[in-house]
Every structure is written in structure tokens, then in C-alpha cells.
């Protein structure tokens, strides 16, 4: 007898990966693809071959598809995520009038901008069609005309949309139509969008499953380490931080997306992160090491690698900060470990003032949870217990959205999305003999980065 499995798809910068989990949430497939370099032009502009996405995509799904039939294993549906921001247009044939713009793309201030540039320098005279990636995507997959495929409120959100109604603001219309440039309909996560033709169904070795509408590669990562109830910090290169809301709220640097039926994702990113402490990559343990041997450091810094700070300061002349020149490399290395610790206290708790719930434990994805003294001052400084989670990554968040979009009732996709397990691994709880000592360095910290606030 076959088991039921469901398929996520996330489509990074570098590289498109997949998975295939069951109903506990355990990944049984998973298979991955490169994507054409993003090429770096002279006027800021991050372009990428919109092609690669479909051959990777073929690839990708074939080579899942032998795992499923090896594995007596059968989909049941599909869901995309995407990097925010990224998006390709098309003419009135819904072939790419150019390469894709990256979200990274610095030609324009938003997405529609960069459209216009994009627009301005074809010789095409339109009507021109907008695809955020997903819908690129599963337009080749379901061989429906391109302007048939909706996007969801997630992937649109850059572009200017109005979550209390879901749809696109007036201004975003009123730009769009002066470009004759139609968007794509908008709807909300977990609505069906397509199915996979008979075509691509016998290329590709899958069923006709459903496709459903997903949300960005930030969100479904905030969803693979905590659902649809956890705050979440992933520890990369950089720090992003993400947490739920009961209602939609935004601010300096962080913005909400909606979950339906009743929950908003909201957070941030910052510039600090692992990459404050990359000179010390190569010895990091015995780092660690000497770090949690001389305790709480005796200098203050907010550990900037370059000039400005997006979140939880948003700030273009922000610099490097530290009270006073460290000793030691080691005390230099436990200052900047627990400055990340500092920021993110102070991120949680200008969500929380904002109006967000911040959950009893903080879930933590990425590279910097490998990191056990990082971990517990992390723990103390929040005063909360720290979960390293085992399952992480966008395509699992994405697999766990495609999930509950199949077994959810109306729209409500939080609840289908509780009933997933999430594994989790070591968890930190706050240190009471350091906790007073962190706390007059925290007060230390609020004043140092006074200025900017």
C-alpha cells in the first residue's frame, strides 16, 4: 500500500530544492537543482535566466518522482516558495521580455519600479505581464495561460498589497496600468491554483496533484523550525527574526504577512549575525571555549561588519559600536556573541510593544544554533528557554504549507499546520548565575546604541 506524501518547493538563489513529507511532517524524498548564476550588472541591476527555473523544476521533480515510485510513496499536492521580490516580464505571448529581476535587484526602490526600468528598456510595446516567480512556474507546470495563475498575498506583499481587504493598492494598480502591465490576481495562502497537466504529469513521472498558493522563503522557514504558533530567530550570515501575531502590524524594518485564517508572520532582518564573528571561523570552538571560560564580557558592541542596519534599527550611517577596545580576541569574541544576543532581546521586545505574542520558547534555525555558548547566552539575555530545531529550511516549510493547503477546512491553515510535528533538538534554559551580570551589560548595550534609536 502506498503512503501519502506531500511536495514543497523552494526556489532559492543558487539553487532549487524539494521534499516530499508525509503527514507527521518527516521528509521521506528530496532532491535539488542549481540555478543560472544571478549576474551583477554596472547599474546595481541582479538578473537571473528565468529559463533555469523550468529546467530545474523538470529536474528536480523528476528525480523526486523515482524516489516516490521506489519508495511506494504518492503525492498528494504542491506548493512553491519563492524568494520575495523576484519576478520576470513577460509579453503578451508570456515569454520573458528580459531575465528575471532578483529581489536583490538595486536598479529601483520596489518591484514595480523595477518593471518600469525593465519595461522602458524593451523595444516591446506591450501589454506586459507580471510573474513573481511561483506563477512563472507553475504556468509551465500546469500549462495554463500565465495571466490564469494567481499569486498569493505573500509573495505579492513587495508589490504593494492591502491585507485587510487582499488586494493590490491603488497606487500599485494605477502604476501598473500607466506601464500596461497586468498583475497577477491575488489570493491568500493555500488557495488551489492549478493542477499539473497530462503533459507535464507523464514527463515529470508525477499524478495531476493540485498546486497550491505558498508564501516566501522567509515565512515558510519561520514555519519549518515553529509552525504557526512560534517565534522563531534564524542565526545565518545574517539574523531574522519572525513571530506571530493575532493581528496585522508593521513598523521600522518589519512588516506582517498574513497565515489564514487569523494569524500574521512578522518580523525582520538585521545585518549582524555570523557574519560578526567571521574572522573567527576558522578556530570557533576553541573560541567557544575560551569565550564560556572567562564569563560575561567587559565591553559592549553592536556588531556591525559594514555601514547601515535595517532591523530592529533602521539606519544608513550605522557603524560598528563598542564601548572600548577588548583586551582579547576571545573577549572581542564573547562581546560580539553576546551583542547578537542584545539585539535580538531588544528586536523581540519592540515586536512584543508593537502588539505581537512572543512564544514561551524561542525556536532557532540556521548555522548559529550549532553554537552552544551562543545558545545559552541567548537563553539567559532572553530569558527564555532556546530550541535548536531539527527541522528547518524553506522547502520544508514549504512541504509542511502544502500539507495542511490539502488537509485544511475553509481557510483556516493554522490549524492544519498545528497538527504537524516539528522535531526539536537541544534545548537551553536561561543561566541565573550570569543572568545579573548580562543584564547590566544589556543596560550598557541600550545606552550605546542610544543614539540611533
Not at 112 to 136: D, H, L, M, Q
Amino acid at each position: 500500500m502506498s503512503k501519502d506524501v506531500f511536495i514543497g518547493i523552494d526556489i532559492a538563489t543558487a539553487s532549487m530544492r524539494a521534499v516530499a513529507i508525509d503527514r507527521s511532517g518527516i521528509a521521506l524524498a528530496r532532491s535539488s537543482a542549481p540555478l543560472t548564476a544571478v549576474t551583477a550588472g554596472a547599474n546595481s541591476s541582479a538578473t537571473q535566466d528565468s529559463k533555469s527555473w523550468i529546467s530545474a523544476i523538470d529536474e528536480v521533480l523528476s528525480n523526486l518522482s523515482k524516489q516516490l515510485q521506489e519508495k511506494s510513496l504518492s503525492a498528494q499536492s504542491l506548493l512553491i516558495s519563492a524568494t520575495s521580490g523576484t519576478f520576470v516580464v513577460c509579453d503578451k505571448n508570456y515569454a520573458p521580455i528580459a531575465p528575471a529581476v532578483m529581489y536583490n535587484d538595486g536598479t529601483a526602490a520596489d518591484p514595480i519600479a523595477r518593471a518600469e526600468k525593465v519595461i522602458n528598456a524593451s523595444t516591446n510595446t506591450g501589454p506586459f505581464y507580471f510573474a513573481n516567480t511561483p506563477e512563472f512556474v507553475i504556468a509551465h507546470l500546469s500549462g495554463l495561460p500565465l495571466n490564469e495563475i494567481a499569486t498569493d498575498t505573500s509573495h505579492g506583499l513587495k508589490m504593494g498589497v492591502d491585507l485587510s481587504n487582499k488586494s493590490y493598492l491603488t497606487s500599485t494598480k494605477e502604476r501598473a496600468n500607466s506601464l500596461n502591465l497586468t498583475l497577477p490576481k491575488l489570493v491568500i495562502p493555500g488557495t488551489h491554483l492549478a493542477t499539473i497537466s497530462n503533459q507535464m504529469a507523464a514527463k515529470l513521472g508525477l499524478p495531476n496533484i493540485p498546486i497550491y498558493a505558498g508564501m516566501t522563503d522567509g515565512c515558510t522557514a519561520q514555519i519549518a523550525a515553529g509552525g504557526a504558533q512560534g517565534s522563531v530567530t534564524s542565526l545565518g550570515t545574517t539574523m531574522v527574526i519572525k513571530v506571530v501575531a493575532d493581528r496585522q502590524i508593521s513598523g521600522v524594518g518589519f512588516y506582517s504577512h498574513l497565515l489564514p485564517s487569523n494569524r500574521y508572520l512578522v518580523g525582520g532582518a538585521s545585518n549582524i549575525g555570523g557574519i560578526s564573528y567571521q574572522k573567527f571561523s576558522s578556530s570557533l570552538e576553541s573560541y567557544n571555549q575560551k569565550a564560556s571560560d572567562i564569563g560575561v564580557a567587559n565591553v559592549i558592541t553592536y556588531p556591525l561588519t559594514t555601514t547601515g542596519e535595517r532591523f530592529p534599527i533602521k539606519s544608513a550611517s550605522m557603524t560598528n559600536l563598542i564601548s572600548a577596545k577588548a583586551d582579547s580576541d576571545v573577549m572581542e569574541y564573547r562581546a560580539i556573541l553576546e551583542g547578537i544576543a542584545f539585539t535580538e532581546k531588544y528586536a523581540y521586545d519592540l515586536l512584543q510593544t508593537a502588539g505581537s505574542a512572543i512564544s514561551p520558547i524561542i525556536y532557532t534555525a540556521g548555522g548559529g544554533g550549532k553554537s552552544r555558548i551562543l545558545s545559552q547566552i541567548r537563553a539567559t539575555v532572553l530569558n527564555k528557554e532556546v530550541a535548536i530545531t531539527d527541522t528547518t529550511g524553506s522547502d520544508m516549510g514549504a512541504g509542511m504549507l502544502s500539507l495542511a493547503s490539502a488537509n485544511k477546512t475553509g481557510d483556516d491553515l493554522t490549524q492544519a499546520l498545528g497538527e504537524i510535528n516539528i522535531s526539536h533538538g537541544e534545548i537551553f534554559k536561561p543561566d541565573q548565575v550570569s543572568a545579573a551580570q548580562l543584564n547590566k551589560n544589556y543596560q550598557k548595550y541600550l545606552a550605546l546604541i542610544a543614539p540611533y534609536i
